[in-house]
């Protein structure tokens, strides 16, 4: 069975920094790219960050240099450390796996950064 479980998300003020990670099970993590993307209320969901399976990265503008993706094959979990976070970071923020056949998605964590 198939499982992608984020966390790490919450309340925090601008300025500040989270990391959300998301825990891998039931598929050949080595195997997938692995991305974050995020959704804000009546917002279309957007790309955030992605890692390959050589750990090239690929950031969203609006978060490049404040956000970095990186992956633990180890432990199957892919992280997300956010820095300097703004108001407009705030949305649920879902992880997703992409193979060469399949496509999985987490359910999210919430983000939210007000004052």
């Known amino acids: 069975q198939v499982q992608l479980v984020e966390s790490g998300g919450g309340l925090v003020q601008p300025g500040g920094s989270l990391r959300l990670s998301c825990a891998a099970s039931?598929?050949?993590?080595?195997?997938?790219?692995m991305s974050w993307y995020r959704q804000a209320p009546g917002k279309e969901r957007e790309f955030v960050a992605h890692?390959?399976?050589?750990?090239?990265?690929y950031y969203a503008g609006s978060v490049k240099g404040r956000f970095t993706i990186s992956s633990d094959n180890a432990k199957n979990t892919v992280y997300l450390q956010m820095n300097s976070l703004k108001p407009e970071d705030t949305a649920l923020y879902y992880c997703?796996?992409?193979?060469?056949?399949?496509?999985?998605w987490g359910q999210g964590t919430q983000v939210t950064v007000s004052s």
């Open positions: 997703q796996a992409s193979g060469s056949w399949n496509t999985y």
């Open positions: 890692i390959n399976g050589v750990g090239d990265t």
């Open positions: 039931g598929f050949t993590f080595s195997s997938y790219a």
